[in-house]
Nanobody, 115 residues
Framework: QVQLVESGGDLVQAGGSLRLSCVTSGIVRFNAMGWYRQAPGKEREWVGT???????NYAASVKGRFTISRDNPKNTVYLQMDWLKPEDTAVYFC??????????WGQGTQVTVSS
């Protein structure tokens, strides 16, 4: 059974930092892995993606502040969030895509940024 488990969400003041982790199990190899977020009353939005080779892409709203990395042997992806803003408050979800382009999602972790 494939599982993605996020952790690291917390309450932090504006300007602070958090590091989210997403540990996967059940599948040996994923291609793209990434992060999405969903704020209250809003649709889920893409935050960023990292390829298996380490190429990253980010949404304009987080570029320069957030960094995605991954540990392939551990099938783990990370989201380093710096200079957090109140508008970054959301539930953050991990996504992993298999070699057959099937998507798996985690259950989400809450990030709250106070002003």
């Amino acid at each position: 059974q494939v599982q993605l488990v996020e952790s690291g969400g917390d309450l932090v003041q504006a300007g602070g930092s958090l590091r989210l982790s997403c540990v996967t199990s059940g599948i040996v190899r994923f291609n793209a892995m990434g992060w999405y977020r969903q704020a209250p009353g809003k649709e889920r939005e893409w935050v960023g993606t990292i390829s298996r080779g380490g190429t990253t892409n980010y949404a304009a709203s987080v570029k320069g502040r957030f960094t995605i990395s991954r540990d392939n042997p551990k099938n783990t992806v990370y989201l380093q969030m710096d200079w957090l803003k109140p508008e970054d408050t959301a539930v953050y979800f991990c996504q992993a895509v298999t070699t057959l382009n099937y998507e798996y999602w985690g259950q989400g972790t809450q990030v709250t940024v106070s002003s």
